[in-house]
């Protein structure tokens, strides 16, 4: 079946600075995204890419859809303390179908 | 507004018993998705409702897996026999239907297996 290779598996960052997290996958996908979630809660939609080479800015984050539809990446921008949490991508075959998730980014931001 | 809900928010249960877990999408959402995810792990796919159209369970991981929607609202996932492996947090997402719609996650159950 499709897999998601999602790396980092953990990062450790001090407030202030940037992150950058990506996925690959083995097959195509014409929907790419990102959620967080916190603990004891369900994934929250950060942003969504639809078409390939898009790069689209949510606030201090900026995702990208790569041009093969096979990798998407995330960047957090001058973090803070409330961007901890698990980062997910998830890819998605066409509208509305099932979401293809990665194993998760563990984001830690020391004060 | 309500977003999606799920009940019970934690299930301790023995080993070989049956579970229901319950969730209510958001209104007017006609499609409705189930995910598991274990600890530490990715959400996994298990079964999606659409409208009334047969829902797709590719993912069902055994028989002892099943869910219902009825009335095209809630819906049930119900394990069988349970095993220790069942063990995990089952989230429930809804959608409505249309161009590039957002699955809306509620805040899961967390099913313990003894």
């Known amino acids: 079946g499709q897999q998601l290779n999602q790396s980092p598996q953990s990062m450790f960052i001090q407030e202030g600075e940037d992150v950058s997290m990506n996925c690959t996958s083995s097959?195509?996908?014409?929907?790419w995204l990102w959620y967080k979630q916190d603990p004891g809660e369900g994934p929250v939609l950060l942003i969504a890419?639809?078409?390939?080479?898009e790069l689209t800015s949510n606030g201090r984050l900026t995702a990208q859809f790569g041009i093969t539809r096979k990798d998407s990446f995330l960047n957090i921008s001058a973090s803070i303390p409330s961007d901890v949490g698990i980062y997910f991508c998830?890819?998605?075959?066409?509208?509305?179908?099932?979401?293809?998730f990665g194993e998760g980014t563990q984001l830690t931001v020391n004060p | 507004g309500a977003g999606v809900s799920q009940s019970p928010s934690n299930k301790v249960t023995e080993k070989g018993k049956d579970v229901e877990l319950r969730c209510d999408p958001i209104s007017g959402h006609t499609a409705l998705y189930w995910y598991r995810q274990s600890l530490g792990q990715g959400l996994e796919f298990l079964i999606y409702?659409?409208?009334?159209?047969?829902?797709?369970k590719s993912g069902l991981p055994s028989d002892r897996f099943s869910a219902e929607r009825t009335g095209g609202s809630v819906s049930t996932l119900t394990i069988q026999r349970t095993q220790q492996e069942d063990s995990a947090v089952y989230l429930c997402?809804?959608?409505?239907?249309?161009?590039?719609?957002?699955?809306?996650f509620g805040p899961g159950t967390r099913l313990t297996v003894t």
């Open positions: 997402a809804s959608s409505f239907v249309g161009l590039n719609p957002q699955q809306y």
């Open positions: 097959s195509i996908f014409n929907t």
């Open positions: 409702f659409q409208g009334n159209s047969a829902p797709d």
């Open positions: 998830a890819g998605q075959e066409t509208s509305g179908s099932r979401l293809t």
């Open positions: 890419l639809y078409k390939a080479g």
